[in-house]
T-cell receptor
């Protein structure tokens, strides 16, 4: 079964620090890699996404780094804020499908 | 405001009972999805539909059923055959198939066993 492995399971960061969440995949036929942010009791919301033809994408404090040869991608949150405290999911979409395969999530806590 | 509305927010099921979760979207999206979320397991796909009157099983369809009679609506029935239904259920939609458009999620229904 296609899988996306996400780590760490939980992460504690001080305000102003950098949060880094990593994901790895095995299937090379993925062509879309979104990250979702979920607050308690809410549905996930799209944060940022990347396609495999670029190695990095930045939107504000959020950056995706993509390493196609290593089949890894990561989310970096710069200047982490308490309001960033949430669960983050990486996902990957198999080519020519509209399905998403999700990682198991990372619970981020940012302390002031 | 456009979005996805899931109801009810909380639902309780008795043994042997079927329950139906509602999902309505006014985004004019073609595709709709149902996911189940359990702690530590991420989101797992139950069913998806790319067009009215058509739907496909996802990875964990056993014990669930769906219908897609209208573009805006994609209700999920949790049948008595689903022996472990306690979970957070999420509905999502996206604009066009095969185009890598993002999926937009509702705020979920939490189902518990009485």
């Amino acid at each position: 079964q296609q899988q996306v492995k996400q780590s760490p399971q939980s992460l504690i960061v001080q305000k102003g620090g950098i949060s880094i969440i990593n994901c790895a995949y095995e299937n090379t036929a993925f062509d879309y890699f979104p990250w979702y942010q979920q607050f308690p009791g809410k549905g996930p919301a799209l944060l940022i996404a990347i396609r495999p033809d670029v190695s990095e994408k930045k939107e504000g404090r959020f950056t995706i780094s993509f390493n196609k040869s290593a089949k890894q991608f990561s989310l970096h949150i710069m200047d982490s804020q308490p309001g960033d405290s949430a669960t983050y999911f990486c996902a990957a979409s198999p080519e020519n499908t509209d399905k998403l395969i999700f990682g198991t999530g990372t619970r981020l806590q940012v302390f002031p | 405001d456009g979005g996805i509305t899931q109801s009810p927010k909380y639902l309780f099921r008795k043994e042997g009972q079927n329950v139906t979760l509602s999902c309505e979207q006014n985004l004019n999206h073609d595709a709709m999805y149902w996911y189940r979320q359990d702690p530590g397991q991420g989101l797992r796909l139950i069913y998806y539909s790319q067009i009215v009157n058509d739907f496909q099983k996802g990875d964990i369809a056993e014990g669930y059923s769906v219908s897609r009679e209208k573009k805006e609506s994609f209700p999920l029935t949790v049948t008595s055959a689903q022996k472990n239904p306690t979970a957070f259920y999420l509905c999502a939609s996206s604009i066009v198939r095969y185009s890598n458009q993002p999926q937009h999620f509702g705020d979920g229904t939490r189902l518990s066993i009485l």
